[in-house]
């Protein structure tokens, strides 16, 4: 199995082109020379403050870059894709922050055995020097129940870490309670991961395989495994089990929760995950935590702590308090660091009620009359001739797009044809088509829908001010400027407006007195029927169709035909009454 494609230049510069790109975008940021260390642009305002450092490998982007800036971190280090960073850079960004004037410097680390190596070594080498410095290990793994030697491993976690310290630096806070404030914090925490997919180091195969129906839990940040292989299922059921697990009671790596407590959300996306996905895995952790009468007053969503490429999420929860909402809260200008808004998520009202649709009696105010079962009798007619013309309409679809435009049109003349059985048809012209507007954007679907729904919506204008007949001419050309405007297409582009706008050229001598609407609408229809014709000759500028090489388009458009049709089954239905 071959590894991902990955869009890079090379993949020993993998990491260094990566660190250099955010550093080349963001003004607040600037490289060390000589080390992959990227350090605050404005060095100079941490004089007289403890300084902040964190890193680790790459591959976690946004970490660790994306957390420097007033209110987080001071600078971080970076090593290779998923590899501890080298002892020498660590100790040049100490010294770096030392010769800004930093009165401290407190390292952030994720428990991994290569970066707490590296990093104490860095920290031993600079208190040989005399320089004041200190390192936070974070462990927020939720995902083992016997704990490892080791210990848990540090996630996305350690990101809240660096929010909290870095806020209580900027106030001017010392070392020492800085290290014992953030030690009490990463033991009020809590993070387990889920993956769909792994993820592959630059250059080498995905770290592990799955098949398609199944997902990993527990795994940590560098591509690993997880602790256990389940098939997949439901997301609600996805967090239930995460959320289960990481208060376990029986778990030695649980977070305690209980009803009541106040929590902190992080729902992270572990690189891959699509961001529709997210917002549904965090509605459901939010109904679980709230299920639970455990109260969210803060939710974070989005890319913290990522693993790649890797399909995946992660959920943190930590504990908090009103002294560490204002941490957390507090103002930093890290490019990375999502910026929610500072007021609970639990007890929310999250719908307002819909507004009141116009009552349907309105719809048949009208006095139900001769003229009413007439329209009734005309709207059969258009039923049975869609439905009749189902499979040809079809065909003719099938050269330009997913051949559906008969399958569509059913669709309506059913939904119709059950309206009309359930009740009486408004009585009046424009409550009509305003009647089958709202139920063609209800049932038709399609672009079609719309198309239908806009004309009569806007057909409907004119016959409420006037039923006679120069008022059906206005409300033709009413219907044919809102499909226009709205849709884009013209007469000519091989539409359906190329029927519509042939009949409405000779329904205009409605206006004209002593007209016989008949003889009109009769050469209104054949006009119709012509331009529907005409349109197999024509190139598509609109529409799907308009994507496909006019070569293959030898038969006339589908929308036309079916156009014509209806007004065809129209006229037949009113010559079966005079008027």
């Known amino acids: 199995m071959q590894g991902s494609k990955k869009l890079m230049n090379t993949i020993l510069g993998c990491a260094d082109d990566s660190l250099a790109g955010i550093v080349a975008c963001n003004p607040h940021l600037q490289l060390l020379q000589g080390h992959r260390v990227a350090l605050r642009s404005d060095l100079e305002n941490i004089q007289g403050k403890v300084a902040l450092i964190s890193g680790g490998g790459s591959g976690h982007e946004p970490a660790h870059a994306g957390y420097i800036g007033k209110g987080m971190l001071t600078g971080v280090v970076a090593g290779p894709v998923f590899t501890s960073p080298a002892v020498g850079s660590i100790l040049a960004a100490i010294r770096a922050v030392k010769e800004a004037g930093a009165v401290g410097t407190l390292l952030i680390v994720k428990n991994y055995t290569g970066d707490r190596l590296n990093f104490g070594l860095a920290l031993e080498q600079a208190r040989a020097e005399g320089i004041a410095v200190d390192m936070v290990v974070v462990g927020d793994d939720s995902a083992f129940i016997t704990l490892k030697k080791a210990g848990r491993r ?182 990375a660091w999502s910026q929610p808004a500072k007021v609970p998520v639990s007890g929310q009202r999250r719908e307002r009620r819909a507004p009141k649709e116009p009552s349907e009696e309105e719809e048949s105010s009208s006095p139900q009359g001769p003229a009413s079962q007439h329209m009734k009798k005309i709207l059969e007619s258009v039923c049975h001739t869609l439905l009749g ?99 884009g297409a013209e007469p000519g582009d091989r539409t359906m407006l190329d029927s519509l706008c042939a009949a409405a050229e000779e329904l205009r001598a409605l206006k004209k007195p002593k007209g016989n609407p008949l003889e009109v609408l009769a050469k209104a229809v054949k006009a119709a029927e012509a331009a529907a014709e005409s349109t197999r000759h024509m190139k598509a500028a609109a529409g799907r169709a308009s994507y496909i090489s006019s070569a293959r388009l030898e038969e006339p458009d589908p929308g036309a035909v079916a156009a014509a049709a209806i007004l065809r089954a129209v006229l037949e239905g009113l010559q079966a009454k005079p008027v």
């Open 154 to 335: 540090g996630l996305c976690g350690t990101v809240l870490i660096h929010k909290v310290a870095g806020a209580l630096a900027e106030a001017g806070v010392g070392l020492n309670e800085i290290v014992r404030k953030v030690t009490a914090v990463k033991k009020e925490m809590g993070t387990l991961g889920v993956s769909l997919s792994p993820c592959s180091v630059p250059g080498s195969r995905p770290t592990f395989e799955l098949a398609d129906d199944e997902l990993e839990l527990g795994l940590g940040i560098h591509g690993e495994a997880g602790v256990r292989r389940m098939k997949i299922t439901s997301a609600d059921q996805v967090v239930k089990i995460m959320l289960d697990q990481m208060t376990n009671p029986s778990s030695a790596s649980r977070l305690q929760v209980r009803p009541g407590d106040s929590v902190v959300l992080v729902v992270n996306n572990l690189g891959g995950l699509s961001y529709l996905e997210l917002g549904i895995v965090a509605g459901s952790a939010v109904r679980y935590l709230e299920n639970k009468s455990i109260h969210i007053a803060r939710a974070y969503v989005g890319s913290f702590m990522t693993a790649l490429e890797m399909a995946g999420v992660s959920l943190t929860l930590l504990l908090v308090d009103d002294e560490l909402l204002s941490l957390l809260d507090s103002d930093t200008t890290a490019v």
């Open 389 to 487: 013309l189902q499979e040809e309409l079809n065909g003719l679809d099938r050269a330009a797009g997913d051949g559906d435009c008969g399958s569509t049109h059913a669709r309506a003349a059913r939904a119709i044809q059950e309206w009309l059985d359930a009740k009486p048809i408004p009585g009046h012209p424009s409550q009509l088509f305003s009647a089958l507007a709202k139920l063609l954007l209800e049932k038709m679907g399609g672009s079609s829908g719309a198309l239908y729904g806009l004309f009569l919506i806007a057909a409907a204008q004119p016959l409420r001010i006037d039923d006679d007949l120069p008022a059906w001419s206005f409300a033709m050309d009413a219907g044919i400027n809102a499909m226009m405007r709205y849709g």
